[in-house]
């Protein structure tokens, strides 16, 4: 398991006239927070530096940061710090500066770096991505209000599609798999069909 942000954010602040927008994203490889700093920097083709830094695995082995232009260690190795600080992975936080007439220095640029990144990762909806087993649970027509209130008790996300049977498709933490089939099934009363379809890492509410 491990903690790291879901989809993307934007905050934005002024500094002493200098204008820093922050975006977060969840990114699974190094190839995803390339694409995310390319689509960052098409956004502002004028900024005057788009400073990042980002750990792109679920280990931490794979880290990397920018300081873009700006003194040296005054930009990137800040906002990773931020990420490293906050325990997370996967995770690419890029910072834009449009430049607004008063240097800040560099212990100015440090903290204005570290803080914008710090405020956009708080804003950012943070879950737990833990290995979960996806299933589908097959009723007839009558037992879906049953489900469905079961579900949402669970507070597990699920996703149906109605057909000849009703079939709905959860995700639930491995470690929790054979006590949550043994409630559903005492809930349904057996009137259902479970059937696995894979494991994966899947975004956890915290």
Do not use: W
């Not at 790291?4 to 002024?14: A, F, I, M």
């Not at 220095?105 to 803080?115: D, E, K």
Request: one cysteine or more; proline letters at 2%; charged letters at 30%.
């Amino acid at each position: 398991m491990y903690l790291s942000v879901y989809g993307e954010t934007l905050t934005e602040k002024v500094i002493e006239k200098s204008r820093f927008l922050t975006y977060c994203s969840h990114v699974e490889n190094e190839e995803e927070a390339k694409a995310f700093l390319q689509r960052v920097r098409a956004l502002h083709p004028l900024a005057t530096h788009v400073c990042y830094g980002y750990i792109a695995d679920k280990v931490g082995n794979v880290q990397r940061f920018s300081d873009d232009g700006e003194p040296q260690g005054t930009a990137g190795m800040p906002i990773l710090n931020v990420i490293k600080n906050q325990k997370l992975f996967e995770t690419a936080v890029a910072v834009v500066r449009y430049f607004g007439g008063i240097k800040l220095g560099a212990g100015g640029l440090t903290r204005a770096y570290a803080s914008s990144a710090s405020e956009g990762l708080d804003a950012a909806d943070k879950r737990e991505y833990d290995i979960s087993i996806t299933l589908s649970v097959f009723v007839d027509y009558p037992e879906v209000n049953a489900l469905i209130r079961f579900l949402e008790r669970e507070e597990v996300a699920f996703d149906k599609e109605f057909g000849e049977k009703a079939e709905f498709t959860v995700s639930v933490r491995e470690g929790e798999y054979d006590s949550f089939c043994a409630r559903l099934n005492d809930c349904l009363n057996g009137k259902l069909k479970i059937t696995q379809k894979g494991r994966r890492y899947y975004p956890f509410v915290r």
